[in-house]
């Protein structure tokens, strides 16, 4: 039979997982924080979630169709706006439609 492995020593080592989940969260949060920024007013409410990779691609998800195809029309001025804001750089942007969950007109 194994011995018991103490709760705290289970707690310390999820302690690592749970410090990465949160780095990535914060980090997320800083980005879609830069990309509300640098954004004109209106495409603001449409923009719920941001990533930038370490490769430098820079993802952004918005709410419909319609609103994508109005962000891609001004990532030549998003990609630089964003680099400047989080000292990092910006090399591509990738635009993905992801209706929000428990508003009108959504899957969720």
């Known amino acids: ?3 018991p492995i103490p709760i705290s020593e289970l707690l310390a080592q999820g302690k690592a997982k749970l410090e990465r989940l949160r780095a ?17 007013a209106e495409l603001c409410g449409h923009v719920w979630g941001a990533s930038l990779s370490p490769d430098g691609a820079l993802t952004v998800v918005v709410d419909s169709g319609s609103w994508a195809s109005r962000l891609r029309y001004v990532t030549s001025e998003l ?25 009108p007109g959504s899957a969720g």
């Open 1 to 3: 039979m194994r011995k």
């Open 24 to 40: 990535g969260a914060d980090a997320a949060s800083e980005t879609l924080a830069a990309v509300h920024r640098s954004l004109p």
């Open 79 to 103: 990609e630089p706006a964003v680099a400047t804001l989080l000292s990092r750089e910006v090399r591509r942007t990738v635009v993905r439609v992801r209706p929000r969950a428990g508003r």
